[in-house]
């Protein structure tokens, strides 16, 4: 599997050795989001986990919808940052795509907690502006992945039978379906098991066409 080095991939990595306040709760909501799977996140809770009077947390973020926010725009900078360099990179289709793929199935993998928030495993009864977020970021990948296919063919390195469009969104699926099992399966299977063999299935269909 393709391997993404990057340092601010996993919330729980700060650079830094003594995190500020919103960071501590943030990161204390991804650990409970990711002990506590199935179950909803009160405010008390985190108060508690965070060491702190639920008070002091409205201090740092107005609710408990603000908290998730942040960290769906955490998900959106790091994930997309490493995507916008990969497609700068010199490199074949494949290659690229393959990265971009890895690029979303190693964050989750270090982030268990927030790949609930993007699934919306852990916004059910939140704000309707939160799940429209989530998907968003999936589409986000689902146009990257079209946009990269079809410079691909329009530069002759992809020479493609079927529908560029419905094979984009069938690589979206597939991440999300990694995603779904790894939630189920309470973060034991993880999302880029058997990536390798995965790949080479998806680039033999395409150089099969």
């Given at each position: 599997?393709?391997?993404?080095?990057?340092?601010?991939?996993?919330?729980?990595?700060?650079?830094?050795?003594?995190?500020?306040?919103?960071?501590?709760i943030l990161q204390?909501?991804?650990?409970?989001?990711?002990?506590?799977?199935?179950?909803?996140?009160?405010?008390?809770?985190?108060?508690?986990?965070?060491?702190?009077?639920?008070?002091?947390?409205?201090?740092?973020?107005?609710?408990?919808?603000?908290?998730?926010?942040?960290?769906?725009?955490?998900?959106?900078?790091?994930?997309?940052?490493?995507?916008?360099?990969?497609?700068?990179?010199?490199?074949?289709?494949?290659?690229?795509?393959?990265?971009?793929?890895?690029?979303v199935l190693t964050?989750?993998?270090?982030?268990?907690?927030?790949?609930?928030?993007?699934?919306?495993?852990?916004?059910?009864?939140?704000?309707?502006?939160?799940?429209?977020?989530?998907?968003?970021?999936?589409?986000?990948?689902?146009?990257?992945?079209?946009?990269?296919?079809?410079?691909?063919?329009?530069?002759?390195?992809?020479?493609?039978?079927?529908?560029?469009?419905?094979?984009?969104?069938?690589?979206?699926?597939?991440?999300?379906?990694?995603?779904?099992?790894?939630?189920?399966?309470?973060?034991?299977?993880?999302?880029?098991?058997?990536?390798?063999?995965?790949?080479?299935?998806?680039?033999?269909?395409?150089?099969?066409?």
């Amino acid at each position: 599997m393709t391997q993404t080095n990057n340092k601010r991939s996993s919330l729980n990595k700060s650079q830094t050795p003594k995190p500020n306040r919103k960071q501590q709760i943030l990161q204390a909501l991804a650990l409970e989001l990711e002990q506590r799977p199935g179950e909803r996140i009160t405010t008390a809770n985190l108060a508690k986990a965070v060491g702190v009077s639920e008070a002091a947390l409205y201090r740092h973020f107005p609710s408990k919808a603000k908290m998730f926010e942040a960290l769906i725009e955490f998900s959106e900078e790091t994930v997309f940052g490493l995507i916008n360099e990969v497609t700068k990179e010199q490199g074949g289709v494949f290659l690229q795509i393959e990265k971009i793929i890895a690029i979303v199935l190693t964050f989750s993998a270090k982030n268990p907690g927030i790949t609930r928030i993007l699934l919306g495993d852990a916004l059910i009864g939140e704000h309707e502006r939160l799940l429209k977020r989530t998907d968003q970021f999936f589409q986000r990948i689902e146009t990257q992945l079209r946009q990269t296919l079809r410079e691909a063919e329009l530069k002759g390195q992809l020479s493609y039978q079927g529908n560029i469009s419905q094979f984009a969104e069938v690589l979206s699926s597939f991440i999300e379906g990694q995603l779904s099992k790894y939630v189920r399966s309470r973060f034991v299977k993880q999302p880029d098991e058997n990536w390798v063999s995965k790949w080479l299935f998806f680039v033999n269909s395409v150089k099969n066409q």
